[in-house]
């Protein structure tokens, strides 16, 4: 695994920029940017899952959906597949579509309430292909039954499921048109532990069956543990650490990897009790204001005097794992 | 839903009751009196035979009682033999008079209805015609000049009052520019070209005035409706399924967004028509609401009865209406 340089690249995203302006004053100056995606580079190889992870508001949805072309990048380059889709038009997006697919965080609000679920499912191909209408139920019955939801509720409305089977939903609407890439934003954060797992489990048998590559966006550390190939760490807008999934659990490079390591709960009692956590003090810092030098100098356990005012550069510190730190770089 | 409509309905029977009670006694502590547009030369004697000949010196719940058995008995029996020609029972029963002009108000009803349907109709439906593209616009492009105009003018016509917005019209296209007649005249009768494009110039400035407050209103509710359908994540997943923007917008969104506006649409029938009244007063359509004026004016108690009578039967009616609807165009909505 830790070899990839023999794999395809599917997606590749370089100096990836997500800047929302801030307007404020009478007349609505743009006085700042809310840097929520800033200047993010990663690749995602064929058939692998690539966990990103971060606490709640570093940019991890952001980033997921600017890969996407659902919201408009501020900079920076996106291959999806070959063909270049960074600066695309909607109008030249929508072919692409097909290719690459989401799964969203909320299975209730991202369902149209007043439509049936064959719409929901159907829809896609309504537009994308030219099946005739007995064909397009035979490709919704049988997604339905990909994702393990009865035929017999095609006729009813998102409201009337539970979580975990709206998820199912998402999901089959997301795999409509045989896309190659998902990106799945915290598929399960809204569900159940018992119904994450089911969901989980067949997000991976999907990916067997059909070879799907995905970009699996959650803040379950363990979860992602499972699921992912490798792994990325962000921080306040920036990738921080990039690594196959088991060196980066057994070994983190970075400090805010370890620290944010080291506060995934312990189930052992007299394990939790002796843990040596890293602590970290102070705030993350507000995305329209970052700090000079490295985003993490603020809160760093082991900062550096030149964290202060050099940016550390993201680069490669062992074969297979990237990682931004000036402490790495020594 | 049928058993839901159904046991509406049948709520609706001690509601109105209980609103013509309201609306009794309300008019008979009115200080208004029938004889007193009548000359003082007549003596306080004559005065009281002509009160007692209309049948008020009667105690309140007999009149009550009456107004009741002859408006919810008689009168639909009248009407049902009016439109089959069917007669029932050998003799005439009573019609609910007016005590101005002597004649049924039923009648007088179905004479000056058409002329505010047609009028307070056609603004309602030019203001819904302009308020919904207004208000999808100026969400769909928020604070964008467009949608800032659109604020500004619908800010001005919710809060400048018909009967100023009326005048002013008045003064500028009848008086200064001399486009269009100050007075709307029913008698006019549409033959030919010519004669359409008469009403078309007479019917324009209270259908402007009329349009322009009800899509200042309805322009409001559709923009606010639509902006809280545009952040929602189904929009997001509409835009990833690769529909063009058209598609997400008119048939997504709009579509969710339209179910409170149309509750709104059907609540605001009912004011089409009573709420016309002044409108109708400043361009001088003799429609219902100017009925209504002349009957409070005059006294004229059984005429102001029925009408707001019948004004409350359509508010509730159109609550029921929106209710309806509401469950038929929101899946998530069920009664039964």
């Known amino acids: ?330 | 839903m049928l058993t839901y409509t159904i046991r509406r309905l049948l709520i609706a029977i001690p509601t109105l009751l209980f609103i013509s009670l309201i609306i009794f006694l309300i008019l008979d502590l009115a200080p208004s009196d029938p004889t007193a547009s009548l000359p003082l030369t007549i003596p306080p004697e004559v005065r009281a035979e002509i009160r007692a000949s209309l049948g008020l010196d009667e105690p309140v719940h007999i009149r009550f009682g009456l107004w009741l058995y002859q408006f919810f008995v008689n009168e639909p029996i009248n009407l049902i033999e009016q439109w089959t020609g069917a007669s029932f029972g050998e003799e005439s029963r009573p019609r609910v008079v007016s005590w101005q002009t002597r004649s049924p108000v039923v009648d007088l009803i179905a004479q000056r209805m058409p002329q505010t349907l047609w009028v307070v109709g056609t603004s309602y439906v030019v203001g819904i015609l302009i308020a919904v593209p207004i208000g999808v616009i100026s969400a769909y492009r928020q604070y964008s000049w467009f949608d800032q105009l659109g604020t500004f003018i619908s800010m001005l016509g919710f809060s400048v009052p018909t009967f100023f917005t009326g005048v002013l019209f008045i003064v500028i296209f009848s008086v200064q520019l001399g486009w269009f007649p100050s007075v709307y005249d029913t008698t006019h009768v549409v033959t030919d070209f010519a004669s359409f494009w008469v009403q078309i110039k007479q019917i324009i400035m209270p259908v402007m005035v009329l349009g322009l407050f009800n899509a200042s209103q309805i322009s409001r509710f559709m923009r606010a409706s639509m902006l809280d359908n545009l952040n929602q994540d189904y929009v997001r997943t509409a835009r990833a399924k690769g529909l063009s923007e058209q598609v997400v917008v008119l048939v997504h969104v709009l579509r969710n967004s339209m179910i409170p506006v149309v509750t709104v649409i059907a609540l605001g029938v009912p004011q089409v028509f009573g709420g016309a009244i002044i409108t109708e007063q400043v361009f001088k359509v003799n429609g219902l609401g100017h009925l209504l004026i002349g009957a409070i004016q005059g006294g004229d108690i059984p005429t102001v009865q029925t009408l707001t009578f019948i004004f409350a039967f359509l508010i509730v009616l159109f609550n029921l209406i929106a209710d309806v609807l509401y469950g038929i165009l929101d899946p998530r909505i069920r009664y039964d």
């Open chain 1, 1 to 330: 695994m830790l070899d990839h340089s023999d794999r395809n690249k599917l997606v590749s995203v370089s100096g990836l920029k997500m800047y929302f302006p801030i307007h404020t004053g009478l007349m609505q100056r743009h006085t700042g940017d809310v840097k929520a995606v800033d200047d993010v580079s990663f690749d995602i190889f064929e058939g692998e899952t690539l966990g990103l992870v971060g606490e709640s508001g570093c940019g991890k949805s952001t980033c997921g959906r600017a890969v996407l072309r659902l919201y408009e990048p501020t900079e920076g380059s996106i291959n999806m597949g070959g063909t270049e889709i960074g600066k695309s038009t909607p109008r030249e997006l929508r072919p692409m579509r097909p290719f690459m697919q989401m799964v969203f965080q909320d299975p209730q609000a991202s369902l149209n309430p007043r439509m049936t679920v064959a719409d929901i499912v159907g829809e896609p191909l309504q537009e994308h292909t030219d099946l005739k209408r007995e064909d397009r139920l035979a490709r919704i019955y049988e997604l339905m039954d990909a994702v393990g939801l009865n035929r017999d509720f095609a006729h009813r409305y998102p409201h009337e499921f539970s979580g975990g089977q709206r998820q199912r939903i998402g999901i089959a609407r997301a795999l409509a048109l045989n896309p190659k890439f998902i990106v799945c934003d915290e598929p399960i954060a809204a569900l159940d532990v018992s119904i994450q797992a089911q969901v989980v489990n067949l997000l991976e048998d999907l990916q067997k069956e059909f070879g799907l590559t995905y970009l699996f966006i959650s803040h379950d550390l363990s979860m992602v543990r499972h699921i992912a190939d490798r792994v990325a760490v962000m921080y306040l807008g920036k990738i921080v650490e990039l690594a196959p999934r088991d060196g980066l659990y057994d070994d983190p490079k970075h400090p805010y990897t370890q620290a944010l390591l080291s506060a995934v709960p312990e189930p052992d009692p007299t394990a939790h009790d002796s843990a040596e956590r890293t602590i970290l003090t102070g705030d993350v810092p507000s995305p329209s204001n970052p700090p000079q030098g490295c985003n993490f100098c603020t809160r760093c356990p082991q900062v550096l005097d030149r964290c202060r005012s050099e940016e550390p550069e993201f680069r490669e510190v062992e074969p297979g794992r990237f990682a931004a730190c000036h402490r790495l770089n020594e």
